[in-house]
């Protein structure tokens, strides 16, 4: 049974670029959220992709912004990096079934280090 | 603002002894509590989840749920030192498939 996978594990970016993260949700699963993990943080809520629409987004600019394939898949886009953009970028999959409650299992994630 | 608060650590606790993790919630209205397990460098990975207030066991790990004292905890008995790592509640507000509010996180050390 596949897990949730993530590309790339590492990336350097300078500021003002742009940066295309990639996730594949668990078998099974067909919604996937994204969290920005700080050093020694949480992780934050940045949005949540189901039926390839955006459904529920966190306090995060629009800079962020993110896809969902029919697949299932999503990418997370950043656009004009800045230096706090740095962190580790997690991509965590669930089922919307008909239960009350959804487990979120991550991805190893996207460490991202801007210069 | 919807938080939830943990005692940062580390929390030191000998090899064989039981470590207990605590968390407490401020939204009333939240439905589903989690406990992840973060290793240095790695990703989240779920340990725990429960709904219903009471004790819930899996191995040597219990949650324990108090919704009137707006409290969640995590008990880990015969701690190994394969269990250092930093311990992270997490809440869903509403039910269903709603993002997960965490806590920076407890550091669990267990000393050989």
């Known amino acids: 049974d596949a897990g949730v996978t993530q590309s790339p594990t590492h990336l350097i970016k300078t500021r003002g670029q742009q940066v295309t993260l990639r996730c594949s949700p668990k078998s099974g699963h067909d919604t996937v959220s994204w969290y920005q993990q700080a050093l020694g943080q949480g992780p934050q809520f940045i949005f949540q992709?189901?039926?390839?629409?955006?459904?529920q987004r966190g306090n995060f600019p629009d800079r962020f912004s993110g896809h969902q394939f029919p697949n299932y898949s999503s990418e997370l886009n950043v656009n004009a990096l800045l230096l706090g953009d740095s962190a580790l970028y997690l991509c965590?999959?669930?089922?919307?079934?008909?239960?009350?409650?959804?487990?979120?299992?991550f991805g190893p994630g996207t460490r991202l280090t801007v210069t | 603002q919807k938080e939830v608060e943990q005692n940062s650590g580390p929390l030191s606790v000998p090899e064989g002894a039981i470590a207990s993790l605590n968390c407490t919630y401020s939204?009333?209205?939240?439905?589903?509590f989690f406990w992840y397990r973060q290793y240095s460098g790695k990703s989240p990975e779920l340990i725990m989840s429960?709904?219903?207030?009471g004790d819930k066991e899996d191995g040597r790990f219990t949650a324990q749920l108090n919704k009137a004292s707006q409290y969640v905890s995590l008990l880990i008995r015969d701690s190994q030192p394969s269990d250092s790592a930093t311990y992270l509640c997490?809440?869903?507000?509403?039910?269903?498939?709603?993002?997960?509010?965490f806590g920076k996180g407890t550091r669990l050390s267990v000393i050989a």
């Open positions: 939204d009333r209205g939240s439905q589903s």
């Open positions: 429960i709904y219903s207030n």
């Open positions: 997490a809440v869903n507000l509403r039910s269903g498939n709603t993002p997960l509010v």
């Open positions: 992709y189901y039926e390839e629409e955006e459904r």
């Open positions: 965590a999959s669930s089922f919307r079934g008909t239960g009350l409650t959804y487990e979120q299992y």
